[in-house]
């Protein structure tokens, strides 16, 4: 089993920044992508960023230049530098690891001012 805990949640005025950070723990030899999704209240879950094995990166047009996501494999963390924040980034923010397909339990990003 893959558990994933997700930390560096908070309130940012717009123009600021936060770092997500996402641990996982138990079976992770066999995880490929992970990632970072994120639901906004009445909205469905959508794609932030995604970061394989490899390196290669996958970014949503809406965070392009502005958040980068990166991985330790060898402390099993993946990050996520967002930048520039604007209002519309308020949602909480999921990692995400498969396979298998594994969620953490969300932090909370809000964009105030």
């Known amino acids: 089993q893959v558990q994933l805990v997700e930390s560096g949640g908070g309130l940012v005025q717009p123009g600021g920044s936060l770092r997500l950070s996402c641990a996982a723990s138990g079976s992770t030899f066999s995880i490929y992508s992970m990632g970072w999704y994120r639901q906004a209240p009445g909205k469905q879950r959508e794609l932030v960023a995604t970061i394989i094995v490899g390196g290669r990166t996958n970014y949503a047009d809406s965070v392009k230049g502005r958040f980068t996501i990166s991985r330790d494999n060898a402390k099993n963390m993946v990050y996520l530098q967002m930048n520039s924040l604007k209002l519309e980034d308020t949602a909480v923010y999921y990692c995400?690891?498969?396979?298998?397909?594994?969620w953490g339990q969300g932090t909370q990003v809000t964009v105030s001012s």
């Open positions: 995400r690891a498969e396979p298998p397909l594994r």
